[in-house]
């Protein structure tokens, strides 16, 4: 708010004019409720013949303070919901040769990244409006409106960018569900932000209220985003796991990692001597075929190694779970391209034959 209304309203108060009146003459000069109504905050109803500022609640870098986390929590949990909705998409409807192991810890980090910061948006939005009724010149801060109209240009500019993307869907003929779907996401997500944004700033120009109340429609607003992260979040628990049975997964891949790197180092004492190992203690005299880790490393148990014939060998692990499709691309990380989704495996023991000479294993 500009000093010229302040000044004004100062001198008319120190002159005797009541209220009212000034309130009418500012009306007829142009400014809006809500400028008139801070203004007149600036100063106390008192008995002396002299206007007596109010001391306000919130200065200018508390203000700030206050809308930087506000906007900052909601971008975040904007990014961080539709990660999450966009996983989801991926994971109910798959495409050949899609990588679900690292679509389950995207989806992690953006149910992770929801739960931190959708309770901070609601909290910031309830302190930021009970600051609102107490200081009303609040409510048009530069910083507010700065970052407000931000907001709505990138809100802007995701809808461009969507509908451009899907006309070069359409002309390219590429139109999926899939697609479709995230269509959908990022239009109801802007949609959201325009209308929350634009409610706010023509609010602006109403008179404030006199206490925190919520509209009807704020209300259903609030309500059905909750439900939407809500939903959300259960979906993404129920693909993504519970943390243990995640934390069992990871243990069961390192094992299925560990075996991999065993049988390559077995391969290559084969590859050099001509026999395979009768143990993998004989491992150890090389450091190209050494092998640190040939014990569990939750249950300290060693891992099963037999020499079945002179060409073949099994390797084996006791797996905690059955592994899918997302624990079997983790195994065969640091396996030959030939050998992906080889280290599968069911729970309890599970052996993998192992054909040194033709470099193919078969599981069993």
Do not use: C
Not at 19 to 38: F, P, T
Not at 239 to 257: F, I, K, V
Not at 305 to 321: I, K, M, N, Q, S
């Amino acid at each position: 708010m500009g000093s010229s209304v302040t000044e004004f309203v100062h001198a008319a108060l120190g002159r005797g004019i009541a209220r009212a009146d000034i309130v009418r003459a500012l009306e007829q000069g142009g400014w809006s409720a809500k400028e008139i109504e801070s203004a007149l905050d600036g100063f106390v109803e008192s008995d002396l013949p002299l206007p007596v500022p109010r001391k306000r609640v919130s200065g200018s870098a508390r203000e700030a303070f206050l809308f930087l986390m506000l906007f900052a929590s909601l971008y975040t949990a904007a990014f961080a919901l539709a990660s999450v909705l966009f996983d989801l998409i991926h994971l109910a409807l798959p495409q050949p040769g899609d990588l679900t192991y690292g679509t389950i810890v995207s989806l992690r980090y953006g149910i992770a990244s929801t739960i931190v910061s959708f309770p901070l948006f609601l909290f910031m939005s309830r302190v930021v409006a009970r600051e609102g009724v107490r200081n009303p010149g609040q409510r048009i801060s530069p910083v507010r409106r700065w970052l407000t109209y931000l907001t709505l240009f990138i809100a802007s500019i995701a809808v461009i960018a969507d509908l451009i993307t899907l006309v070069v869907r359409l002309l390219e003929g590429e139109v999926t569900p899939r697609f479709g779907l995230k269509v959908l996401v990022v239009a109801m997500m802007a949609g959201a932000a325009f209308v929350y944004f634009i409610r706010n700033l023509g609010g602006d120009q109403a008179a404030p209220p006199s206490e925190l109340r919520l509209s009807p429609g704020a209300r259903a607003g609030f309500g059905a985003m909750i439900l939407v992260v809500l939903a959300a979040l259960g979906l993404g628990f129920w693909y993504a796991g519970s943390p243990m049975e995640a934390r069992l997964l990871a243990q069961d891949a390192r094992r299925a990692e560990d075996l991999g790197r065993i049988s390559e180092r077995v391969e290559r004492y084969y590859r050099n001597e001509g026999v395979l190992p009768p143990s993998l203690h004989d491992l150890d005299g090389n450091p190209g075929t050494y092998v640190d880790q040939k014990t569990d490393r939750v249950t300290a148990e060693p891992y099963h190694y037999r020499v079945v014939d002179p060409t073949h060998f099994e390797v084996g692990a006791v797996f905690a779970l059955p592994s899918g499709p997302a624990d079997g691309k983790v195994a065969a990380r640091r396996a030959r391209p030939g050998e992906a989704g080889f280290w599968r495996h069911g729970a309890g023991r599970v052996l993998f034959t192992i054909d040194a000479a033709r470099n193919d294993p078969v599981p069993r």
